[in-house]
Antibody
Framework: QVQLVQSGAEVKKPGASVKVSCKAS????????FNWVRQAAGQGLEWMGW????????GYAQKFQGRVTMTRDTSIATAYMELSSLRSEDTAVYYC???????WGQGTMVTVSS | DIVMTQTPLSLSVTPGQPASMSCKSS???????????LYWYLQKPGQPPQLLIY???NRFSGVPDRFSGSGSGTDFTLKISRVEAEDVGIYYC?????????FGQGTKVEIK
C-alpha cells in the first residue's frame, strides 16, 4: 500500500525559505501528479500547485507564483515543495497529495516566527 | 478564481439520522471532456483530508455507501443517509476544473 511520508516540523524566520519533502513508500514516483495543499490553524484548505513527477512540469496558484518551487527526485521517490520569502501568514500545515488526491501525506507544520 | 460556497457551515446530527450539505460554485464545473470536476473530502480532527467522492457522485474505494454525492453544473450536494459517530469532522468540496483548484470553507458536522 502506497503511503506518503512528509518531513518533520520546521521553524523559520521571516524572509527565510523552507523545503518540505514528501516520500512515497511502496511505489515509484510516476504516473500521477503531486499536489500541495496548506492549512493555517483553524482555517480551511488552500491549494498551492501541482507537479508532474514524470516530466517535472509544474503549475502554481497565482498567489504563490515566484515564491514556490515544486520538484522531485525520482531516484528516491520523493517530491519537494520549497516556499521562499516566508512571512508569518505562511504558518500552516503543508500537505502533499497524490493520485488524484486519494493519498495524502501526514502533513508538515511550518512555523514562521521571528 | 472559482469560488466554492458551502452551506451550512455547521450541522449537529443525531446518530442514525440523515445529513445533507450543499456546495455551490461560481461557475460551471462541467468540463468539455464531459466530466464534472467536483470532489468531497472529510477531514477528521488532527488528520489530513480523505477523499470521499470524486466527480460529483463516485464513491472512493472503501467509502461507506451511506455517503452519496449528487448535482451538476454549479450546484452539488453531499448526503449521509444515517450519520455515525465516526462521521464527525469538516467536510470540504473542491473543484479541479482549472487552476487554481479551490475549496469551499467547509461544513463542520458534529454529533448531538
Amino acid at each position: 500500500q502506497v503511503q506518503l511520508v512528509q518531513s518533520g516540523a520546521e521553524v523559520k524566520k521571516p524572509g527565510a525559505s523552507v523545503k518540505v519533502s514528501c516520500k512515497a513508500s511502496g511505489s515509484t514516483l510516476t504516473g500521477s501528479e503531486f499536489n500541495w495543499v496548506r492549512q493555517a490553524a483553524g482555517q480551511g484548505l488552500e491549494w498551492m500547485g501541482w507537479m508532474n513527477p514524470d516530466t517535472g512540469n509544474t503549475g502554481y496558484a497565482q498567489k504563490f507564483q515566484g515564491r514556490v518551487t515544486m520538484t522531485r527526485d525520482t531516484s528516491i521517490a520523493t517530491a519537494y515543495m520549497e516556499l521562499s520569502s516566508l512571512r508569518s501568514e505562511d504558518t500552516a500545515v503543508y500537505y502533499c497529495a497524490w493520485h488524484s488526491t486519494t493519498i495524502w501525506g501526514q502533513g508538515t507544520m511550518v512555523t514562521v516566527s521571528s | 478564481d472559482i469560488v466554492m460556497t458551502q452551506t451550512p457551515l455547521s450541522l449537529s446530527v443525531t446518530p442514525g439520522q440523515p445529513a445533507s450539505m450543499s456546495c455551490k460554485s461560481s461557475q460551471s464545473l462541467l468540463h468539455s471532456d464531459g466530466k464534472t470536476y467536483l470532489y468531497w473530502y472529510l477531514q477528521k480532527p488532527g488528520q489530513p483530508p480523505q477523499l470521499l467522492i470524486y466527480e460529483v457522485s463516485n464513491r472512493f474505494s472503501g467509502v461507506p455507501d451511506r455517503f452519496s454525492g449528487s448535482g451538476s453544473g454549479t450546484d452539488f450536494t453531499l448526503k449521509i443517509s444515517r450519520v455515525e459517530a465516526e462521521d464527525v469532522g469538516i467536510y470540504y468540496c473542491m473543484h479541479s476544473i482549472e487552476v487554481p483548484w479551490t475549496f469551499g470553507q467547509g461544513t463542520k458536522v458534529e454529533i448531538k
